[in-house]
């Protein structure tokens, strides 16, 4: 199988989670997460692992918007190396969750869970598999959404109330700062590819170069919990 297939199946995998975690009655909807996202997981397991084993690689137009370009996704050997590791974090993830989510029935929405964790895996690998800057943008954006959905599950309790706010602003905060250092590394061309943005790199005085990489630098921190962005992971976790 090759890997445009593969991520077809993942996806379809992802959205009949979410489908059927909707029509079952809501005791079931662990059973069919872990159900759905194991497969999902194990789908692009494979796939990240014929990207990485066999430096198969792909590239793909989903959408053209216009005056603004192409919706891209692309893998190469780096990207899959990603895809694979999210695969190998979310299959025991979406194992364990059928008996854990089981303490929250009656107290909380198990649809709603569902539903906010298949569309966070689909989030995040089509994220690391994005070839443009408005596909990584948007993908970037939908998982922190998801991200502040799923911290704040359990709305009754204040500190994760707060916990999911606290991370929702610094994450927008980090999702602003990306966008004007991507704006700055787009050049005169505007390309907003990530193969225009290599090129224009090269012609980047040090100054602005600086600014770029101050701005992403902030903006990746926050999300991956670098010092001193991550004031916000310890109440999230």
Avoid at 128 to 156: G, K, P, Q, R
Wanted: aromatic share 14%.
């Amino acid at each position: 199988m090759n890997i445009p297939i593969l991520l077809e199946l993942f996806l379809l995998s992802c959205a009949a989670g979410i489908l059927l975690a909707m029509a079952v009655p809501e005791r079931y909807a662990p059973a069919v997460l872990a159900w759905t996202a194991s497969i999902s997981s194990a789908v692009i397991l494979i796939a990240g692992g014929i990207g990485l084993f066999t430096n198969q690689s792909f590239h793909a137009e989903l959408w053209r918007i216009s005056s603004l370009g192409t919706l891209d996704i692309s893998m190469d050997r780096l990207s899959a190396l990603f895809v694979f590791m999210a695969g190998l974090i979310f299959l025991p993830v979406s194992v364990f969750s059928a008996r854990y989510m089981q303490r929250y029935s009656g107290r909380y929405s198990l649809r709603s869970f569902s539903v906010f964790y298949h569309l966070l895996f689909a989030a995040v690998v089509l994220l690391l598999i994005a070839a443009d800057v408005l596909s990584f943008l948007l993908s970037w954006e939908v998982m922190s959404i998801l991200c502040y959905l799923l911290t704040n599950y359990e709305h009754e309790k204040p500190d994760n109330t707060y916990a999911g706010f606290l991370m929702l602003v610094m994450g927008e905060a980090g999702f602003i700062s990306l966008v004007f250092g991507f704006l700055l590394l787009t050049g005169p061309s505007g390309g907003l590819d990530f193969a225009s943005l290599r090129l224009n790199a090269g012609a980047i005085g040090g100054a602005t170069r600086w600014v770029i990489f101050l701005l992403t630098f902030f903006g990746f921190s926050v999300k991956a919990g670098l010092v001193p962005a991550n004031t916000w992971l310890p109440r999230a976790h």
